[in-house]
């Protein structure tokens, strides 16, 4: 028999209304859940319970689901990339600097570990990981207690650029369909995991660098084991160029005319669409096209911005239908950062304050990510869904005062007060610490790993620069 836990009288509680579709507060509420799985939301509970939680002080939400994340590669960027962009390139840092910066397998395990405590820490309890196969990968995953999506990414090109202006694609198709076949064994070996938190997400890594027979071939994969499929498209400007080059259509008409627009599929990142003021496009269509097929995109605010790049904009992809889910994409790896993000440049890709609220932003942060992965028992707090709760410290002084927590939550305390973490009833993080991983020692091992990738910049860049050049400081070092 499972332990039943009891948060009695809690505060606050973001609980799910089934009825009205949508997360509602309820005060001095009862969050009721036995082993993985939540018995009751709501007021009075008269059941008996294992454990009792005093919720007096606490805001009690559902997990977050990130549905968009390289945590093995990302984190050693920090301090590189923040401000780095091609300007012959629109501003992209994909081409040119990405490159430049080779991890290893350590500094991978490294980095996923460190991004893994900050997830955790943000109150974050579904990760879709779109990452390069690698030994101890689902392992890593499965030892943090986060609920993850492993999706091994690839692909039958590589980008590079010999001067600094010019986007190049070094094709080779069966390497990509070697990646491929190794991508559905890690698929499937995570679906048969024996932690019960793993699952697989099919992942050709950007439209522009696969043939059209590895997405429909790998989307025909997703569909036969019922796993959802993401591809980067609509990233960049270059990007939507290349693609008109080659077919004459948009990225988005081109996914759409392969059928690979639909609620199974999560398009990653579709900022430039037909109609995003940077391209001075003649047609209007991409976005009717994406609601039309009922898409869903994930949407990594944080990430651009650095590169002055908004979605143009949030409240206009959700009204022509489409579903948005969140996702982190780089560091850091925080989701209640990410929300701060989404909600404020909707306002300012708008102009307008009234365009979306801190709601919305929860809606895609939690129901939103999970339509996309085809599922409706994470991401809200209610009878049957699977028991990822975020307990937050209404005390701590950054929320003070509580007259509206998600408010206080999303645009003043971020992570800080996140208290307790609990993935299928387990607790993960107590008191603000990850219980299931060494968080400052994998920041150690971070370090290391990021000398180690910054060694050999020079012989990468095409201009021979080495990392002090092509990444300088922001303050001139004395
Ligand atoms: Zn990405």
Partial sequence: MSATTKIENASWVIAWDGAAESHVYLRDADVVFTGADIDFVGTGYRGTADTVIDGAGLMVMPGLVDIHAHPGDEPKSKGLFEEMGSPMLHNTSLIEYMPLVRGDQEGANAALEFALCELLKSGCTTLCDLSGVREGWLDTLAKSGIRAYAAPMFRSARWYTPNGHELCYEWDEDAGKRSFAAALEVVDAAEAHDCGRLKGMISPAQIDTCTADLLKDSAAAAAERGMPWTVHASQSVVEFREMVRRHGQTPVEWLDGLGLLGPDKIIAHAIFVDHHPWLGWPTMDDLDRLGGAGANIAHCPGNFVR??????????????????????????????????????????????VHSIGAGDVLDAATVGGARALGRDDIGR??????????????????????????????????????????????????????????????????????????????????????????????????
């Fill in 307 to 352: 590169r002055g790049i908004l979605l143009q904009d949030f409240r206009a992809y959700r009204e022509a239908g489409v579903t948005i889910g969140l996702g982190t994409d780089t560091f850091p790896h925080n989701m209640i950062d990410e929300m701060r993000w989404a909600v404020t440049l909707a306002k300012v890709a708008a102009a307008d």
């Fill in 381 to 478: 707090l209610g009878p049957g869904a699977k028991a990822d709760i975020v307990l937050v410290d209404l005390a701590h002084p950054s929320m003070l005062p509580v007259r509206d927590p998600l408010r206080s939550l999303m645009f003043s305390a971020l992570e800080r007060p996140v208290r307790d973490v609990y993935v299928d009833g387990v607790l993960v993080v107590k008191d603000g610490d990850c219980l299931t991983l060494d968080h400052a020692a994998a920041g150690a091992r971070l370090q290391e790993a990021q000398a180690r990738a910054l060694a050999g910049v020079a012989e990468r860049d095409w201009a021979g620069r080495s990392a002090d050049e092509a990444f300088p400081l922001s303050l001139e070092l004395r």
